[in-house]
């Protein structure tokens, strides 16, 4: 009912930086939350950032004061600001969201993820 699609993947190196975006769509009658999660090889996957429909926002603390997520309501769309980027930041990169459908409850979606690899 809901799909989300992530973009902006891809190489960068260290100190560069990277915009992702998830573009939502569906039969979305209201988004609670949205989120970018990553998942390194061999790790499990973790929370980077998120946002309430209240614009309250959380972030790891390993990306603290380099990220930033924000979003475009009128696009449906999460964007995350990756600034100073790290090897550590190395993962595939999950957009999630809870979303209220129309006519139904609250349920949350993900992405299929889009690859980010910080190396020089």
């Known amino acids: 009912q809901v799909q989300l699609v992530e973009s902006g993947g891809g190489l960068v190196q260290p100190g560069g930086s990277l915009r992702l975006s998830c573009a939502a769509s569906?039969?979305?009658?209201?988004?609670?939350?949205m989120g970018w999660y990553r998942q390194a090889p061999g790790k499990q996957r973790e929370l980077v950032a998120s946002?309430?429909?209240?614009?309250?926002?959380n972030y790891a603390d390993s990306v603290k004061g380099r990220f930033t997520i924000s979003p475009d309501n009128d696009k449906n769309t999460v964007y995350l600001q990756m600034n100073t980027l790290k090897p550590d930041d190395t993962a595939v990169y999950y957009c999630?969201?809870?979303?209220?459908?129309?006519?139904?409850?609250?349920?949350?979606?993900w992405g299929q993820g889009t690859q980010v690899t910080v190396s020089s």
């Open positions: 999630g969201g809870d979303f209220r459908v129309i006519g139904g409850t609250s349920a949350y979606y």
């Open positions: 946002i309430t429909s209240s614009g309250i926002t």
């Open positions: 569906g039969s979305i009658f209201g988004i609670n939350r």
